[in-house]
């Protein structure tokens, strides 16, 4: 529909069992869009974050903030563009971290409405793939052997996939 525009606020809170007790995860996100003339779509937000640990001392604060475009080129064939970034203001006491930020494209073949191609690439500065959660989460990617964080002495990462996806 043209001229549609959306708009969310999104609360979300965890308390992670930690050590001797349970530390706070909150996030507060607000984001909107709009569809100019029903094939090209912008969007964009921003996320607030604050981790703490047991003892109520601040593990991450940071916001986040997004922004991205879609265009429908033909009936059958979408592409995305994005780009992310993340503004670390504390990290365990430390506020010189260098800030991830990262770009993505997505392009997208409707094989059926239920079916569909997709590619999609990313390139991640000061972080890797999992930009988000980029300066707390490297540890539990390594020991799941599941490692999005750049190999030794490196500050980025290029990813690209590819495949079907059949929605049921």
């Known amino acids: 529909m043209p001229g549609a525009f959306g708009f969310t606020i999104d609360y979300d809170q965890y308390n992670p069992s930690i050590a001797q007790g349970s530390g706070t995860n909150r996030r507060v996100a607000v984001a909107a869009s709009y569809t100019f003339d029903g094939k090209a779509k912008v969007m964009g937000g921003y996320r607030w974050g ?95 052997n599941n490692s999005y964080a750049p190999g030794g002495g490196q500050i980025s990462m290029i990813g690209v996939a590819g495949g079907v996806r059949h929605i049921f």
């Open 50 to 144: 604050q981790n703490k640990d047991q003892n109520s001392l601040t593990v991450l604060r940071d916001d986040y903030y997004w922004l991205g475009a879609n265009y429908q080129l033909t009936p059958a064939v979408e592409l995305t563009v994005e780009y992310d970034y993340q503004n670390v203001r504390n990290l365990n006491g430390n506020a010189a971290i260098a800030n991830p930020w990262q770009l993505l494209f997505m392009a997208k073949y409707s094989l059926s409405k239920r079916t569909d191609l997709y590619l999609s690439t990313a390139y991640a500065r000061n972080a890797g793939l999992m930009l988000e959660s980029a300066t707390s989460g490297y540890g539990a990617s390594l020991l799941l």
